[in-house]
């Protein structure tokens, strides 16, 4: 499997951004397809954005759509997801997630995925 680390979270005002890192070891990155998922307390994890092995396809949650952006640079071992206009509701614990698949597929269930990060905390006040 591989290791996953998140990096780059943090508290930020209403209208504010952030930039999520996810940095992977142990395994050949690129031929992961990578999501990032969110859970809040006392909710179940959700669904935030997902890209396929080389970026070429993406995906991502109606509530984020247009103002995330989920890339990933092969060369590095990371994912990216950055987040614009963010909003007190997207404050969540963010998880990436990796999972060995087919060149084109974004994978957008928990189920789906077979390796997490740890988490980084992203805290929007308003």
């Known amino acids: 499997q591989v290791q996953l680390v998140e990096s780059g979270g943090g508290l930020v005002q209403t209208g504010g951004s952030l930039r999520l890192s996810c940095a992977a070891s142990?395994?050949?990155?690129?031929?992961?397809?990578m999501g990032w998922f969110r859970q809040a307390p006392g909710k179940e994890r959700e669904f935030v954005a997902a890209i396929s092995r080389s970026g070429g396809n993406t995906a991502y949650a109606d509530s984020v759509k247009g103002r995330f952006t989920i890339s990933r640079d092969n060369a590095k071992s990371t994912m990216y997801l950055q987040m614009n206009s963010l909003r007190p509701e997207d404050t969540a614990v963010y998880v990436c997630?990796?999972?060995?698949?087919?060149?084109?597929?974004?994978?957008?269930?928990?189920?789906?995925?077979?390796?997490w990060g740890q988490g980084a905390q992203v805290t929007v006040s308003s």
């Open positions: 997630a990796a999972q060995v698949a087919l060149p084109t597929f974004t994978l957008s269930r928990v189920g789906q995925y077979n390796s």
């Open positions: 142990g395994r050949t990155f690129s031929s992961y397809a």
